[in-house]
């Protein structure tokens, strides 16, 4: 669009010509059928042109105007460029955060089920006490909730991450997704891995 704006600035600042033709046919008849008798013939041509010899540097401005139109477009493409690029740098680090926040939880899950079977044991030996089991009942279940959380927002990471890259890893292959926009016939491929 800047590019476009840039071309026709350039375009418009100076001699610009026109030119217009026309053809037509009168008549005036009392009846329906005598005006379409010997009717006058009427033709024009117009040549018009249109030279700058003063116009104050207001061509000049506008193609500096779209010049600097255009320098700002293509820095915003490049700042989104590079902010894109942070949050995909962002996002892969924030997902090896998870991974590991995962694993650190399944190992407190293991642990705290272990801890409750070593509870519930000497709860039935009478060693401890019903409030002792219900504190580690309630361990457990929150390493359980804890654990559950942690795969969640891997996964929805994970899935982020390919959405932003358009790469899945595990086949290490392009995602690729139709355009339903882009009606082109013979350009039916999809890839396996997008399929719901």
Sequence with gaps: ?????LTLAKRNSGLSATLRGSYGMSNASSTVSGIYRQPEQQQQVRLSLSIPILDWGRSTSRIKMAESQRELVLYDVANDRRSFERSIVVQVE?????KDQMTTSREADKVAENGYEI?????????????????SLQEREA?????ISSLEDYWEAYYRLRILTLYDFEMQEKIWYPNPMLNVPGNNKVSANTEP
Excluded: C, H, P, V
């Design 1 to 5: 669009e800047a590019d476009r704006q």
């Design 94 to 98: 924030q997902f090896s955060l998870l």
């Design 119 to 135: 509870a519930l044991k000497k709860f039935q030996n009478g060693e401890i006490s019903i409030t002792d089991l219900n504190i």
């Design 143 to 147: 390493a359980k909730r804890d654990y």
